[in-house]
């Protein structure tokens, strides 16, 4: 008698959840300056600011952005 020759080490379960949520690591984010959705893989450059890190479509939209950061940044309302 048998049993557990048809049981999935535990291990080979994790990685099957390991697979899964690489998928969804893939993460993209927001070009403050054109609003462009760029992925961090794929961003042409990045620029941190205030201990936020923007990814950009190209050189071109970080220049803009290292010359006025809070331009694009400031979510609220500025008086
Ligand atoms: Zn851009």
Redesign the pocket.
Known sequence: MTTGELELPSSAASFLNCNLRGDEAMATHT?P????K?DDQKA?SQSTYQGNTYY???E??KTKFDKNPQQYTSQKAVN
């Not at 300056?33 to 462009?36: A, D, I, K, L, N």
Request: aromatic letters at 8%; a negative charge.
């Open positions: 070009d300056v054109c609003g462009m760029v042409a950009f479509c190209s071109g939209c």
